[in-house]
């Protein structure tokens, strides 16, 4: 392995990310970067955003969907974080100065009204724990050149984060079919892709219980209040300065990024 650490991982992706330019994944030279290191790599990073004054706000999943799995040749869903810094006003045009190669993806948000904490959550157990649901919206944006990367690096570099929007249209769980729960989504007013809410896990809150469990072999709980993002639920799309995104579900209603 090259000279690196847990903090300097932290500072190069963090670098990455400042300066916009993108990085070749951190296995090419730590070979034996695991899963576990990556995560206190994201911790590391986490910190050091939260000393520069965000807060942290809840959870997101990645990877729960075959078809971002496919996409990104890794079969492993992962956790990241999400902080108030990511989450943009509805109707807000993505941030292109700050991004390097910009994705969108579809996704089904909950916001808890009780702690959640594992091992040996199950879906039904998790859901009982969401407040409300809501129709989401993520742009994700790798550090990596070409979204190049194994499990240990995308987990370092947070499962890819930049921002998100949540509607501001809360459901109750309990009024959801959230497995059934339909997504079209739209460039420039035309269909690219549509899933359901089966696509991640089998069922959204199958994908909510995958992340408590992860979180708790890392001694992590999802606290009430945290917003949980569950995961792409078909392949993200990439995303240019002239084109408007929609993300249309049919029952929680639709989350827009205009042209920029
Ligand atoms: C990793 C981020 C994955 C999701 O919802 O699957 C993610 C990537 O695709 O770059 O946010
Ligand atoms: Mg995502």
């Known amino acids: 392995m090259a ?4 903090d300097s991982a932290a500072e190069f992706l963090l670098a990455a990310e400042r300066n ?3 990085v070749e994944p951190l296995t090419d030279e730590w070979i034996e970067l695991d899963a576990a290191t990556g995560h206190l790599i994201q911790d590391a990073l986490i910190a050091r955003k939260v000393a520069a004054g965000e807060a942290v706000t ?7 969907s075959r078809a ?5 040749g890794i079969d492993s869903p992962l956790t990241a974080v999400v902080t108030d810094a990511m989450q943009l006003p509805e109707g807000t045009p993505a941030p292109y100065s700050r991004l390097i190669h910009p ?3 579809p996704e089904i948000v909950f916001v808890m009204a009780r702690d959640l904490e594992g091992p040996g959550v199950d879906a039904e157990a998790a859901l009982a724990a969401v407040g409300t649901v809501h129709a989401g919206f993520e742009i994700i944006d790798s550090r990596y050149r070409d ?3 194994r499990l240990p690096d995308v987990i370092a570099d947070n499962a890819s984060s930049a921002c998100f929007v949540v509607s501001g249209r809360a459901f109750s769980p ?3 079919d959230l497995a059934a729960e339909e997504v079209v989504v739209k460039v420039d007013g035309v269909e690219v892709d549509r899933a359901t809410g089966a696509a991640v896990q089998g069922h959204p809150a199958a994908a909510l219980a995958l992340a408590a469990n ?3 072999r890392q001694g992590k709980r999802i606290p009430a209040g945290s917003l949980v993002l569950t995961g792409g639920l078909t392949d993200a799309v990439a995303m240019a300065p002239g084109s408007s995104f929609t993300a249309e579900f049919a029952t929680l209603g639709t989350v827009e990024i205009p042209a920029g």
């Open 58 to 64: 809840g959870v997101k999943l990645g990877l729960t």
């Open 3 to 6: 000279n690196w650490t847990v």
């Open 68 to 72: 971002k799995q496919e996409r990104m």
């Open 147 to 149: 979204f190049r990367f």
């Open 103 to 105: 994705r969108i993806e």
């Open 214 to 216: 992860a979180l708790a």
């Open 20 to 22: 916009r330019t993108d």
């Open 174 to 176: 309990a009024e959801l």
